[in-house]
């Protein structure tokens, strides 16, 4: 029963509502405890989605739907820091830490403390808080003033939109000091695909872990306005996913992680912000009228504010504690989430960091440990051309095996031609190969005074190492491609790979030696063969018996259900990764349609761009493309949007249709979809669509520009009312 809620429920109701999705958000992402499943959290967050939608007024600044992001920044502000962001005063050296000590005893005496942490490797970020609302974000810049990135810092989880976050429950266990390390997320992980989930939240399940201080209970008096800085970043975990979907569509690699969390905060949509799953780490507290004196108690009181600090921090008496810090995290600092490139030094007092002052650049309060990256001497020996399978061709140097930091390095990547005139490296050079913050080696430079007379210069390929077709460079691209699409060895391997992944076709027993043997023996040319393959042609293959044989069979007729989005990523289209073939998918519905489309309706499709555009024209406009999907057609594969079945599992084919029975009017206009598309997709998923609103309606699809009086009628009756987001919420499949 749907009833009339008045202005002043609604608003209990919102509150409600926001403050417990924070309250799981918080203990989520700062705590790495899950205290509901994440069916009742999406629960939660649909019905405050649809309160919002029906009393956009009563959104609440904290709200967690903001964490969505949506807003689009053209250019970023300017603002001045209340207090200057200084930088550190660094050092590599023992002896000059010593002397920092010796400095500081010289200026207060002997009686102080530090506190070491560990040095981030993201990017500074100056948070404010105002009556205890997130104001503004704002990068260092150049330390007096920076640019206001408010928008996008709000999509990041693990910074609370209001402090101290409302605690709706009593924490499980008081404790103060030793905070839990947050969890790796994404293990044993449902949405762990790399594509967020509505709010960005990837549960963990069942994980279950005290938390440190009293939520709520103990907290200090939390001044009314405060500033807190820290470090934002990328997890390693999260770049490395972010490059394997590039690599797997065929997009440049980016370079580290600290760079693309920094381009990341530039980007003009939130949205997409909040996609990359950035997350910070705080340090620091500033303002007046702070309820503590020591930089300890502020790092101990923080998470109770709901800001998330790393527990690595330590308290040292001396500086041979300091040392004996520095030395622990030396190689302890590879298991954190984030590059760690040194140690944070601080004095504990406030009073005393006051006395100690700054200089124009840095406080004498504080210094940074830096450790040397890992470096070591190696021959290169050689150089291998791999052949990825959109044809791009990756070099990587074979190196005369060293360890460094603990593991032996035998190869790393020299990613393209231009880093190897770069680095001017010749085969059979001594090189120096380096680790740092981060984990992969990379080769830094050559020791020219080792280099052997009569060397040449390393002279790119012309032709492919595989196939022998001239390769070709494409304008403004630094990577060289093989253009024999159709018939160089290691592309139609990399598309078969690529076409029975998990996220694509899913087709189990077909390992890489398999997929080898089959074309070896010409029983495959592509993608398409496999729906032929008998089972008489795989029984005779090396290391397959009857069961194998039977099971690869019945996984590739099983492939034959799988979701369109689905098909339309394993077709290996660049830069369609499994995002973009939900979209298109979505806008498009099938296969013909979106093979029509012009670049012009294409790139009119949100969050698709040229380059996507460009590639889908390029690759519909191939004949023998056209030709392969005419054949995965005839072999029963799914080319159109069927979402009343939910095909992903192979069960429930034939299942009830997902809004059987529900009526709806829709009225606006819509942002990614047409009314026509709109009524199809209610159709398709068995609903009814009605021209006027009356007491029997279900659902009103509200778009941009309805009418007042429409939706006053639809208020009036108690109807619920819906966005187009919603509405696809509704028909997505489980
Ligand atoms: S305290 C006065 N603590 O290192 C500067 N900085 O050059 C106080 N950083 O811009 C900074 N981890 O972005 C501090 N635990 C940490 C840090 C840290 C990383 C960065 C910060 C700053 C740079 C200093």
């Known amino acids: 029963m749907h009833y009339l809620m008045t202005k002043e429920e609604a608003k209990n109701k919102i509150e409600h509502l926001t403050e417990k999705i924070n309250h799981y958000n918080h203990q989520y992402y700062q705590h790495s405890i899950s205290d509901i499943s994440d069916y009742e959290f999406d629960q939660l967050l649909k019905q405050l989605i649809k309160l919002e939608h029906e009393f956009p007024y009563l959104k609440r600044q904290d709200s967690p739907t903001l964490r969505v992001g949506g807003t689009i920044t053209k250019e970023f502000d300017t603002i001045k820091h209340k207090y200057p962001m200084l930088s550190l005063d660094n050092t590599y050296s023992e002896e000059e830490l010593k002397d920092f000590d010796n400095r500081v005893k010289k200026n207060i005496g002997n009686d102080f403390e530090y506190v070491c942490e560990l040095k981030f490797d993201g990017v500074a970020i100056s948070l404010n808080y105002e009556k205890g ?189 300091v040392l004996e810090y520095i030395k622990k995290w030396e190689t302890k600092r590879f298991d954190q989430p984030v590059g760690i490139d040194g140690i944070v030094i601080k004095i504990n007092n406030f009073e005393q960091q006051r006395i100690l002052g700054a200089t124009a650049k840095s406080p004498r309060w504080a210094i940074a440990y830096k450790y040397k990256a890992e470096s070591a001497n190696t021959k290169l020996l050689s150089i291998d051309f791999q052949v990825g399978r959109t044809g791009a061709i990756t070099p990587v140097a074979n190196l005369q095996p060293v360890t460094l930091a603990g593991t032996v390095v035998k190869r790393a990547s020299l990613h393209n031609a231009n880093e190897i005139e770069r680095l001017g490296i010749r085969i059979s050079d001594t090189i120096y190969v380096e680790k740092g913050g981060e984990i992969i080696p990379k080769i830094t ?128 289209i660049r830069f369609v990764g499994i995002t973009v073939a939900e979209i298109l998918a979505a806008h498009f519905n099938n296969i013909d349609a979106l093979a029509q489309a012009s670049y012009e309706q294409l790139i009119e499709v949100p969050e698709i761009g040229d380059k996507i555009a460009q590639s889908l024209v390029e690759y519909f406009k191939s004949k023998k493309k056209l030709q392969l999907i005419e054949r995965l057609k005839k072999y029963g594969l799914k080319f159109a949007l069927t979402p009343n079945l939910s095909a992903k599992s192979g069960e429930g084919v034939g299942a009830p249709l997902l809004l059987k029975g529900k009526t709806f009017v829709i009225s606006g206009v819509f942002e990614s979809f047409s009314r026509e598309e709109l009524k199809e997709k209610i159709k398709n998923n068995g609903g009814k669509v009605l021209s006027s609103i009356s007491a029997k309606l279900d659902y009103l699809l509200a778009g941009n520009k309805m009418g007042p009086a429409k939706l006053q009628k639809a208020k009036n009756l108690g109807t619920n009312i819906i966005s187009e987001k919603d509405f696809l919420y509704m028909i997505k499949k489980g």
Request: charged letters at 30%; glycine letters at 8%.
């Open 133 to 321: 609302m997130l104001t503004k974000a704002v990068t260092r810049g150049d330390g007096i003033q920076g640019d206001d990135i408010t928008a996008n810092v709000k999509t990041i989880i693990s910074i609370p939109l209001k402090s101290p976050p409302l605690t709706p429950s009593p924490p499980k266990s008081p404790q103060r000091g030793d905070f839990p390390t947050p969890l790796p997320k994404g293990k044993g992980d449902s949405k762990s695909d790399g594509k967020v989930p509505p709010l960005g939240r990837t549960m963990s399940s069942g994980h279950r872990a005290s938390i440190a201080g009293g939520r709520g209970a103990g907290r200090g008096a939390v001044p009314s306005s405060f500033e807190v800085r820290g470090e934002l970043f990328m997890s390693t975990k999260v770049f490395n996913k972010l490059n394997e979907e590039r690599e797997e569509i065929g997009e440049t690699l980016l370079a580290n992680p600290r760079n693309t969390a920094s381009g990341t905060l530039k980007m003009q949509d939130s949205s997409i912000v909040a996609k990359r799953k950035l997350d910070c780490f705080i340090y620091s507290l500033s303002g007046e009228n702070l309820p503590y004196k020591t930089h300890e108690k502020s790092l101990e009181e923080l998470p109770k504010w709901g800001f998330k600090v790393s527990d690595a921090w330590q308290k040292c008496k001396n500086i041979n504690e």
């Open 445 to 572: 430079g050559v020791d020219l005074s080792k280099r052997l007379p009569g060397i040449k210069k390393i002279e790119y390929i012309k032709k492919c190492p595989v196939c022998g077709t001239p390769l070709k460079r494409k304008e403004e691209e630094v990577i060289h491609y093989c253009p024999n699409e159709s018939a160089c060895p290691p592309q139609i391997k990399g598309r078969i790979e690529h076409f029975i992944q998990r996220k694509a076709m899913n087709i189990d027993g077909l390992g890489p030696e398999t997929i080898e043997q089959l074309l070896e023996k010409d029983l495959i040319k592509d993608v398409a063969d496999l729906y032929e393959l008998k089972y008489e042609q795989l029984i005779n293959l090396e290391r397959f018996a009857e069961k194998s044989a039977l099971n690869l069979i019945e996984g590739i007729q099983n492939s034959k259900i799988v979701d369109f989005e689905n098909l339309l990523f394993a077709l290996g």
